[in-house]
């Protein structure tokens, strides 16, 4: 099972290298990542399946892991599908009525989208009949 892993780097030229590189040198796949900078840090969430190994890895290039999140990681959405307007309002739409929060979001490989929720197993279900 897929596990989004949070990591806090330095905003300097490299630092995605970094990540990239222990996690290749290691052979884990980056499913997704999303990284956002604010006040000269990089807040980054990187998708892996193996999270042993992609733990070692970072943590021998000297990056720490701050968290560990269980996500819900949709099926493949056709590329039609995933280029209509409106259409993460509609996703977002059936879980806030069914009272579930949205606390992380983004793409990964393969054009999936990467929630954690306040329900995972309940988003899962949700999502699986609008999708």
């Known amino acids: 099972m897929a596990k989004d892993l949070l990591l806090t780097l330095e905003d300097t030229p490299g630092e995605g290298a970094r990540v990239g590189e222990a996690l290749g040198n290691a052979g884990v796949n980056i499913e997704g990542l999303c990284a956002v900078v604010r ?5 980054v969430h990187v998708l892996v399946e193996d999270v042993p190994a992609a733990r ?23 590329d039609n599908d995933m280029d209509t307007p409106g259409r993460f309002g509609t996703l977002a739409r059936a879980l806030g009525d069914a009272g579930i929060n949205i606390a992380l979001v983004y793409m990964a490989s393969g054009n999936r989208i990467v929630l954690a929720t306040s329900d995972n197993a309940r988003a899962q279900e949700l ?3 609008t999708m």
């Open 56 to 78: 070692a890895a970072l943590d021998g290039a000297g990056i720490r892991v701050e968290g560990e999140t269980d996500v819900f990681v949709s099926s493949p959405i056709s």
């Open 127 to 129: 999502l699986q009949s």
């Open 39 to 43: 006040d000269g840090r990089s807040i």
